[in-house]
C-alpha cells in the first residue's frame, strides 16, 4: 500500500521544507532547506549532537531533549525491531531505527498480514511522525486581549478560577503561519482559522 510506504518514507527519508531568513539589511526571503530523516533527528537529539535549533542550541536544550524523549526513542527502536523479527529478520543491539524499518517494510509486504490488514502500523508511524515533529518544531501560541466573537466572553475558567484573554492563537512560524494556524476560545472552545478570527473580530468590533 502507498500510504504504508509514506509512512516509512516520513520516518527514514530526508525532509525538505521553507524557513524565512532575513539578511543585515533586514531583507528576508524563503529559502529551501534539507533536514535529516526524523528517526535520524532523534537518535542523535538524544545522543546530544543536536537540540531543538539544531547544532547550535545550548547545552540546557540539548539535556531537556534527551531527558523528555529518551523513553520515546528507545520505544520506536523496540517497536521495530520487533516488527523485523517477526518478519524473520535477524536483529542485532547496534541496528538502527531508520535502516530497519526500511528493511521491515521489503519484507512485510511479502506477508499475509500485509495484505490482510496494515492499519496498525500505518497508525504507529503516522503517531511517531507527529510525536517527532512537535520535538522539533514546537508551536507557539500567544493571547489575545479581544473578546471571543462567538460567545461574546472575555474571561475563562479553569480549575475553579477565572482568567482574562480567553483567545489563543496557536502557529508555527513560517511562511504557512496564517494558513496553517488556529485560534481558540477557551471559554467556549470554538476554533477558528487564524484569519476568519482576524475577520470576526474586526466585523464584531465594527458592529459594537
Known amino acids: 500500500m502507498s500510504d504504508l510506504l509514506s509512512a516509512v518514507d516520513a520516518l527514514t527519508q530526508p525532509r525538505h ?3 524565512v531568513q ?7 526571503c524563503v529559502s529551501p532547506v534539507e533536514l535529516p530523516p526524523l ?9 546530544g549532537t543536536v537540540g531543538i535549533g539544531g547544532g547550535g542550541a545550548l547545552a540546557n536544550e540539548r539535556n531537556m531533549l534527551n531527558a523528555g524523549n529518551l523513553y520515546t526513542a528507545v520505544m520506536i527502536t523496540t517497536l521495530v525491531k520487533d516488527w523485523a523479527r ?3 529478520i535477524v536483529t542485532r543491539p547496534a541496528d538502527k531505527p531508520g535502516p530497519l524499518l526500511r528493511a521491515w517494510y521489503v519484507a512485510f509486504v511479502q506477508t499475509e498480514r500485509y495484505r490482510e490488514d496494515h492499519s496498525f502500523y500505518l497508525r504507529k508511524m503516522q503517531g511517531w511522525a507527529k510525536q517527532i515533529e512537535g520535538l522539533f518544531d514546537p508551536p507557539r501560541t500567544r493571547d489575545l486581549p479581544n473578546e471571543c466573537p462567538l ?3 472575555g474571561t475563562w475558567w479553569r480549575d475553579g478560577n477565572e482568567y482574562k484573554r480567553p483567545l489563543l492563537l496557536t502557529f508555527h512560524d513560517g511562511p504557512e503561519m496564517i494558513e496553517n494556524g488556529k485560534g481558540e476560545c477557551r471559554a467556549c472552545e470554538a476554533v477558528f482559522g487564524l484569519r476568519e478570527l482576524s475577520y470576526a473580530i474586526d ?6
Open 39 to 47: 528517526l535520524d533527528r532523534l537518535e542523535d537529539a538524544i545522543t
Open 17 to 19: 521544507s521553507k524557513t
Open 22 to 28: 532575513a539578511n543585515d539589511a533586514g531583507i528576508t
Open 86 to 88: 517477526g518478519c524473520g
Open 151 to 153: 460567545c461574546g466572553a
Open 203 to 208: 466585523a464584531k468590533e465594527g458592529a459594537a
